[in-house]
């Protein structure tokens, strides 16, 4: 079981939590800042616009109210005969959009039209007249204070009208002076001069009581588009206005808003992904360092164990107290099988330190298969016979030649057979056997034991690893044995794997690359086959 070191339970513990904290503050505070630089900007763009809107309506109420003025300072009042000449000559030029001038008497009982001046031709004057005198001059606003100037804009027959009016006392009477303003005329002529394409930065247009657009063109919807509605004289209509640069900014703002989530969130995932590749190399870390104590731990015993054997079955025959010969040949016997399970075994980890440091070198040459899988059998053939285990070998016919390095295939096979024996006890019978298959020679061992385990299949190859049976049974071993199987056979072009055998047990395969050649070195990286 993985122990969790101080450090680790720091990092783990405190350390990862406050920098997730950390990072969650920082997400927070970016993304409020960001909001309120927004916003900021937003209301910057209203207050603009809203400004403008005032001052492009202001425009032509300052427009119109200039020529009311000057109408009411040309018209003598209480000259009927000559009312208006004086504004006609000069109309043109200073009052372009009053077409009618009237004069009512207001005290007369019918509010009777005294005097009336125009611009326009007779029969489109007397329309103007009877339009004056039927639905203009009820409407008109004649409360106190009297003097002041008012205007009435309206709609009759859906055409839109605007008059200007005073009243005035005149030798005891009281007089009503309007200027009719011809609204065709405001629009095609005033509206163009006030709210020209001038203004590159500004669209306008001008809509009526209906939202028809009277004038301009049609302005998009969006949040910087502000209208505000004619304050003295055409007050029916509106005038809206967006600002160009607002829609760029709006798009701006937007295209800035994305770059910064992304980039927040980018960030975001660079540090979770940095956190878990550091929580899980430090994982694998604290594995590696407990799967490495217990190698050392069981290389120890398996060490201790021969060498305690060989020393006993030695100091028996040196004393000389050894009855017969038949004891003293099984005494013998025990210390050569003992020392060659040492020499084997340090054999392993001397060629297991090797692939560790990368300095693993395979001597190639053009080898027979069926010579070097026999010669590993024969090893392995006297403890066999001690466990009583059948060792069969079984070697096609057609095995050709092939490029390998002998020895490293030899311990390969030994430490097959080495587990079918000592995984496998109860079994009676190892078979090995080698055949041809696809541009490959496999090695099988098969033995009949408990098999592996579906869960131990993949890391009872990588180093240090041990099955679970092998440590609740407690069986003695290091865990390096098949993790040099594997390297051994990628250094071959091959690899290694196991199977379940029939009907009990495990087959232990390893394969090699057919390759013909005349033989050399070749050093093989030995961290990325083995981790
Ligand atoms: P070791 O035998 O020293 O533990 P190995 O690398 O040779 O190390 O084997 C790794 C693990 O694979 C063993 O601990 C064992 O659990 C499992 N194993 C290997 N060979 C056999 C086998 N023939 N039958 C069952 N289990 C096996």
Redesign the pocket.
């Known amino acids: 079981m993985a122990v969790r070191t101080r450090r680790e339970r720091v990092l783990t513990f405190f350390f990862v939590p406050a920098l997730v904290f950390a990072v969650v503050v920082l997400l927070g505070v970016t993304f409020r800042n960001s909001f309120q630089l927004e916003k900021l900007r937003e209301q910057s763009v209203v207050e603009a616009t809203l400004t403008l809107a005032n001052e492009k309506a202001d425009r032509l109420d300052k427009r119109i109210i200039e020529q009311d003025n000057a109408v009411l300072s040309l018209v003598d009042l209480g000259d009927r005969e000559a009312f208006g000449q004086a504004w006609l000559a000069v109309a043109a030029r200073q009052t372009p959009t009053i077409s009618n001038v009237f004069l009512v008497d207001l005290g007369s009982k019918e509010r009777e039209v005294v005097a009336f001046a125009t611009r326009v031709p007779p029969l489109e004057a007397e329309m103007e007249r009877r339009i004056f005198v039927r639905s203009i001059l009820p409407e008109l606003d004649l409360a106190e204070p009297r003097t002041q100037l008012r205007h009435l804009h309206k709609t009759v027959d859906r055409q839109s009208y605007l008059v200007s009016y005073w009243q005035r006392d005149v030798r005891g009477k009281n007089l009503l002076l309007v200027a009719w303003h011809d609204v065709p005329r405001v629009v095609h002529d005033l509206f163009p001069a006030l709210y020209s394409e001038r203004d590159q930065n500004a669209r306008v247009n001008v809509v009526d009581e209906s939202s028809r657009i009277v004038f301009g063109p049609s302005l998009s919807r969006g949040s910087f588009t502000l209208g505000r509605p004619f304050e003295t004289t055409l007050y029916k209509w509106r005038v809206n206005v967006t600002l160009v640069s607002a829609a760029e900014l709006t798009e701006a703002v937007a295209r800035r808003r994305t770059l910064e989530l992304a980039l927040v969130g980018t960030s975001w995932l660079v540090v979770l992904v940095g956190l878990t590749v550091v929580l899980v190399a430090a994982a694998r870390e604290r594995k590696l360092s407990n799967l490495k104590s217990d190698f050392v731990a069981?290389v120890s015993h398996?060490l201790k164990t021969p060498l305690s054997l060989v020393r006993m079955f030695g100091e028996l025959l040196q004393s000389g107290r050894v009855e017969n010969d038949e004891k003293r040949q099984q005494y013998l016997q025990i210390i050569v099988s003992e020392s060659e399970r040492l020499g084997s075994l340090i054999e392993n980890v001397l060629d297991f330190a090797k692939v560790e440091r990368g300095k693993a070198a395979y001597q190639f040459s053009n080898a027979n298969v069926r010579d070097v899988v026999s010669r590993a059998v024969e090893a392995c053939r006297v403890r066999a016979q001690r466990e009583q285990v059948e060792l069969v070998l079984e070697l096609a016919d057609d095995l050709p030649a092939t490029e390998m390095d002998e020895r490293a295939i030899e311990i390969a096979v030994i430490?097959?057979v080495?587990?079918?024996l000592?995984?496998?006890p109860d079994g009676r019978r190892v078979l090995v056997s080698a055949r041809r298959a696809a541009g490959q020679i496999e090695i099988r061992?098969t033995?009949e034991?408990?098999?592996?385990a579906a869960e131990?299949k993949k890391r009872?190859?990588e180093?240090f690893?041990?099955?679970?049976?092998?440590?609740s049974k407690q069986?003695?071993?290091?865990?390096?044995?098949?993790?040099?199987?594997k390297h051994i056979a990628e250094a071959h072009g091959g690899r290694a794997w196991?199977e379940p055998a029939e009907p009990r047990?495990?087959v232990?395969v390893l394969s090699v690359r057919l390759r013909e050649g005349n033989g050399h070195e070749r050093s093989v990286a030995s961290r990325e086959a083995t981790a």
């Open positions: 069981n398996e430490n097959l080495d587990n079918a000592k995984y496998a061992v033995d034991g408990p098999g592996i131990d009872i190859f180093r690893e041990r099955g679970r049976g092998a440590q069986i003695r071993g290091s865990g390096i044995g098949l993790a040099l199987v196991c047990g495990s232990f």
